[in-house]
T-cell receptor, first 115, second 112 residues
Framework: DTGVSQDPRHKITKRGQNVTFRCDPI?????LYWYRQTLGQGPEFLTY????????KSRLLSDRFSAERPKGSFSTLEIQRTEQGDSAMYLC?????????????FGPGTRLTVL | GDSVTQMEGPVTLSEEAFLTINCTYT??????LFWYVQYPGEGLQLLLK???ADDKGSNKGFEATYRKETTSFHLEKGSVQVSDSAVYFC???????????WGAGTKLIIKP
């Protein structure tokens, strides 16, 4: 296993279009996280899954954002009716549920540019 | 709410200099603390962590000690190398929700 992968790495879209990103976690990891990172800032938590259940969503995740993790494997993050303010790096991470302070392993991210 | 504050960058040092990057936190409970590093063109990687007061995390010559009394987790290295040039992020995690809360990152530039 080569780690967390994300697809696509870059996405340029026009305002108002829908986009979907995919994340494939490390195979045995049951937790999957989505973060958003804008230039010069640290990542901001969006949502996370334990297996297929979405356990928490940030208030940053507006109604235009939806995330799924069917069958508890890969996850998708969809943004509908994109806005210029959605331009950011979208990061996916995964971890095992085991004890305190579990390490989250990050993918390379998907950079979204909304024109 | 919970938050992390770290020193602004960029921090520019000469090779073999001593490094300190300050990190302080605000949390309602007792978080675990992390330093992540992002090398140019790469994803975030865990550098070190500490789960309770007075714990010291260490890796690759970097160290940080969890100081509950000063709510700090400063990153130090005795002798930096050009290859340490990267962006360093301090973060905390509460047991209650497993989400990481991040500082803004500190860019480190090491000159030969």
């Amino acid at each position: 296993d080569t780690g967390v992968s994300q697809d696509p790495r870059h996405k340029i879209t026009k305002r108002g279009q829908n986009v979907t990103f995919r994340c494939d976690p490390i195979s045995e990891h049951n937790r999957l996280y989505w973060y958003r990172q804008t230039l010069g800032q640290g990542p901001e938590f969006l949502t996370y899954f334990q297996n297929e259940a979405q356990l928490e969503k940030s208030r940053l995740l507006s109604d235009r954002f939806s995330a799924e993790r069917p069958k508890g494997s890969f996850s998708t993050l969809e943004i509908q009716r994109t806005e210029q303010g959605d331009s950011a790096m979208y990061l996916c991470a995964s971890s095992l549920t085991s004890g305190r302070s579990v390490e989250q392993f990050f993918g390379p991210g998907t950079r979204l540019t909304v024109l | 709410g919970d938050s992390v504050t770290q020193m602004e960058g960029p921090v520019t040092l000469s090779e073999e200099a001593f490094l300190t990057i300050n990190c302080t936190y605000t949390a309602t409970g007792y978080p675990s603390l992390f330093w992540y590093v992002q090398y140019p063109g790469e994803g975030l990687q865990l550098l070190l962590k500490a789960t309770k007061a007075d714990d010291k995390g260490s890796n690759k010559g970097f160290e940080a000690t969890y100081r509950k009394e000063t709510t700090s987790f400063h990153l130090e290295k005795g002798s930096v190398q050009v290859s340490d040039s990267a962006v360093y992020f301090c973060a905390l995690m509460m047991d209650s929700n497993y989400q990481l809360i991040w500082g803004a990152g500190t860019k480190l530039i090491i000159k030969p």
